[in-house]
């Protein structure tokens, strides 16, 4: 009996500590909230989750903004995604500036790392990883990409003296070609070239490695959700479709370790491949971590600079941006050959402010962190009237629905505005205000370390390709897996463009399938 009342006695005074520890860590500082949940609040949690993701796959666009407008700055959608979606600018830039203690990012790199590109986990776990990484961050800053963009470059020009002799030979003086295809096949040497040197492109292109990475690309999605054990990769067709374009990768790479890197005898890549044997790795490990940064490189690219190039000959800016090409320094002083270096790009204000507006209105990021600890999210320093979010919640910043709503970019958010970011009226300080704020290349811990490669590259097609030839879209080609939506009214944008492919919501630059544009090319004629 005593022993009993002794029991409930410690039990309930254990209960009250919880409850006390509990109630006062959520009243902490004044108004807390916690996050609205999504969905109608007499369907169980799960359904609402399962009718989110169902509309986010549909069309993010409108879910995303119809979320903003319904729950304001932040909303939680329950399981499966069971996340955060941080909606609002300002808010955004409170978890990119939280320290990885609170918000961490390395358990989704790991998992990425791990599922998508199948790094053992002993050497995800390791120092040597860690290792490398830090060599990719270190060796994609402007410093040492004076010899990838010069590489990059010289690819680019030979694709546009190839087609200048299909123009010369053909009795119109034109040609007619797809140009996104055309753009993305060029980008995805040129790139390749420019990180991993002639030698392994050429490997790449005898391989096919272009259409590999598309299969694998195609399966990304479904692997970086981290929702599939990777028991089932085999049973999921585009999954198992993916595995075999990740396992021809694979070998290209690995081969090229095996053989000591030739054609390369600087740079990224080669800094990353000797940290790896030096730890012991494999060819086939060291091929692992390589892919990751292979898929980066031609993830997001090659599609921006295919809109870049649409969006730039058919608007109004078009004649600025020639400006600025023909300021260039010339090749024994032919217009048509400007060159091309990394310093000469890094003072073309107009060209870098058209890259930027590709980049915000054509990119759809998930910026994701897990919270370490309970974490108020609040506009306020004291933390007043935020929300809070429970320790070991995923956090994820919806960039789109700021590049589409904040105030802060003028008129027509929705449009593209080739000078947006540099129009001479608003000044420097606004100009470089809308550039911090533009989260295309995401933001804090885990911010893209190829953007300054990812910049120069496209400001050189662009100039490139600008320099010597005259583009005009002529038609749309559509790819009938995608679906075309009627554009929204409020849009200005009337010029030809292609559809986007909407199964990748969140995953970044839109892609577009076989959805194309067909243009004339003609030798640029010099006014
Ligand atoms: C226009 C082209 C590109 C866009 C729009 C873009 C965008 C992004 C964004 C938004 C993120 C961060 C996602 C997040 O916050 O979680 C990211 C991460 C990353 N990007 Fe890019 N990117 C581009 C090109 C590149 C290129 C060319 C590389 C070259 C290797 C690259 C390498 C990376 C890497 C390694 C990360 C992960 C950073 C980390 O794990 O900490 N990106 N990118
Ligand atoms: C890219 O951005 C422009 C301007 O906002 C927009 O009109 C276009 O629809 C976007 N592209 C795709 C494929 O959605
Ligand atoms: C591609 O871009 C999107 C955002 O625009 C980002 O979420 C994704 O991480 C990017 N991937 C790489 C490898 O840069």
């Known amino acids: ?58 069309d993010e666009d409108s879910f995303l903004l119809a979320l903003r407008r319904d729950y304001g700055q932040v909303v939680h959608i329950p399981w499966p995604l069971n996340q955060v979606l941080v909606l609002d600018g300002r808010l955004i830039r409170k978890v990119y500036r939280a320290p990885s203690s609170a918000l961490s990012f390395a358990p989704i790199q790991h998992g990425i790392q791990t599922l998508a ?19 990719h961050a270190k ?46 096949d060029t980008v995805f040497e040129a790139a390749t070239s420019g990180l991993y040197g002639e030698e392994f492109c050429e490997r790449a292109l005898e391989a096919g490695l272009r259409g590999e990475f598309g299969r694998f690309d195609r399966c990304f999605p479904l692997l970086a959700a981290e929702m599939m054990p990777v028991a089932l990769y085999a049973f999921v067709p585009r999954v198992a ?8 990768m694979l070998s290209v790479l690995a081969r090229w370790v095996e053989d000591g890197l030739p054609g390369l005898d600087e740079g990224v890549i080669r800094d990353m491949a000797h940290i790896g044997s030096a730890e012991g790795y494999t060819s086939k490990e060291v091929a692992t971590i390589l ?17 870049l190039l649409l969006y730039t000959v058919q608007s109004e800016i078009l004649d600025q941006v020639r400006e600025e090409i023909d300021g260039l320094p010339q090749q024994s002083g032919d217009t048509a050959n400007p060159v091309v270096t990394l310093k000469a790009l890094a003072s073309m204000p107009v060209v870098t402010s058209c890259v930027q507006e590709t980049v915000r209105t054509n990119t759809s990021s998930f910026s994701m962190r897990v919270a370490e600890e309970d974490f108020v999210l609040s506009e306020s320093a ?13 956090v994820v910043c919806a960039t789109r629905v700021a590049h589409l709503t904040d105030g802060l970019w003028g008129d027509y958010p929705e449009s593209w505005i080739g000078d947006r970011f540099a129009a001479k009226q608003q000044g420097d300080a606004l100009s470089a205000k809308m550039a911090r704020k533009m989260h295309g290349f995401g933001g804090g811990i885990s911010t893209c370390e190829g953007r300054h490669l990812a ?73």
């Open 455 to 527: 910049m120069a590259e496209l400001k050189s097609i662009l100039t490139v390709v600008l320099a010597a030839l005259d583009i005009t879209p002529l038609r749309h080609v559509a790819d009938p897996r995608i679906a075309v939506k009627s554009s929204d009214a409020s849009n200005l944008w009337k010029g030809l463009q292609p559809s986007r492919d909407f199964t990748r919501p969140g995953l970044g630059a839109f892609q577009f399938g076989a959805s194309d544009v067909m243009a004339r090319v003609t030798k640029r004629e010099v006014s």
């Open 117 to 135: 590109f199948g790094t053992p986990r002993r050497i995800t776990q390791s120092a040597g990883l860690a290792r490398m990484y830090d060599a």
């Open 139 to 184: 060796g994609l800053t402007n410093l040492r990409l004076d010899a990838p963009i010069e590489r990059f470059t010289h690819v680019v020009q030979a694709k546009v003296a190839q087609l200048e002799e299909q123009i010369e030979s053909s009795p119109a003086q034109a040609v007619e070609i797809p140009i996104v295809k055309w753009v993305v």
């Open 291 to 307: 892919s990751g940064n292979f898929w980066a490189l031609h993830a997001n690219a090659s599609y921006i600079a295919s809109a």
């Open 241 to 248: 479709d993916g595995m075999k374009g990740r396992e021809a």
């Open 382 to 394: 004291s933390g007043e009237g935020g929300v809070l979010i429970h320790a070991g919640m995923r």
């Open 1 to 58: 009996m005593a022993r009993a009342l002794a029991y409930t006695l410690a039990i309930s005074g254990l209960v009250f500590c919880v409850s006390l520890a509990t109630s006062s860590r959520r009243r902490q500082p004044g108004t807390l909230s916690l996050p609205p949940i999504y969905g109608a609040w007499y369907l169980p949690s799960p359904i609402r989750g399962v009718i989110a993701l169902a509309k986010l796959c549909m």
